[in-house]
C-alpha cells in the first residue's frame, strides 16, 4: 500500500464536524467515521477553499480549519428569491397546502434539471416565495476533522 498524500485525482474519506464560524460556534453537521463523507479531489463535489486545506495532508492526519463565508456560499442576494406560481405544487390538480407552508424546505429543479433546495417563504393567493440561498449563505464554516482514507479511484 502506498503512503499516499490528499491530491488531485484521488478519493478521499473524511469524518468531520461542522461549526459556524470557528470550534466554539453551532454545530451545523456531523460526519462521523463510520459514515465517512467521500469525494473525489479535482471532481467538483466540494468547495475549492475545502480541497486547498486538504491538499498534502496523510491518511489518520487530523485538520482544523476556516473557510470565509466570501469563499463558502457567499452572502444571501435578493437574486435567489423567486415568487413561484402556486399551480407548479399542485398534486392531482389541487395545491398541496399540507407541504408548502412558510419554513418548510422543499426539493426543486432548476432551468437544467439540477436538484435545488428551496425555503418556502411565503404563500399568497396566486404565488409561493421561495428563497434558494444556500442554507450556508452569510456563515464562515470551520471544519474540524480526520483524513480517513485516500486511495486511487478503481
Known amino acids: 500500500m502506498k503512503n499516499l498524500t490528499v491530491g488531485e485525482g484521488l478519493f478521499v474519506e473524511i469524518e468531520y464536524v461542522l461549526t459556524e464560524s470557528g470550534p466554539d460556534g453551532e454545530v451545523l453537521e456531523e460526519c462521523p467515521a463510520e459514515q465517512a463523507f467521500g469525494f473525489r479531489m479535482g471532481g467538483g463535489d466540494v468547495l475549492p477553499a475545502f480541497e486547498a486545506a486538504l491538499i498534502g495532508k496523510k491518511q489518520g492526519e487530523p485538520f482544523s480549519f476556516t473557510i470565509p463565508c466570501a469563499e463558502a456560499y457567499g452572502e444571501t442576494t435578493i437574486e435567489a428569491i423567486h415568487a413561484l406560481p402556486k399551480s407548479i405544487f399542485e398534486v392531482d390538480g389541487k395545491f398541496d397546502s399540507e407541504r408548502v407552508k ?12 439540477n436538484e435545488v433546495y428551496g425555503i418556502v417563504l411565503d404563500v399568497s393567493a396566486t404565488e409561493v416565495e421561495m428563497d434558494f440561498n444556500h442554507p450556508f449563505a452569510d456563515i464562515d464554516l470551520h471544519f474540524e476533522g480526520t483524513i480517513c482514507d485516500i486511495r486511487e479511484e478503481e
Open 102 to 113: 412558510p419554513g418548510e424546505v422543499l426539493p426543486m429543479n432548476d432551468n437544467e434539471g
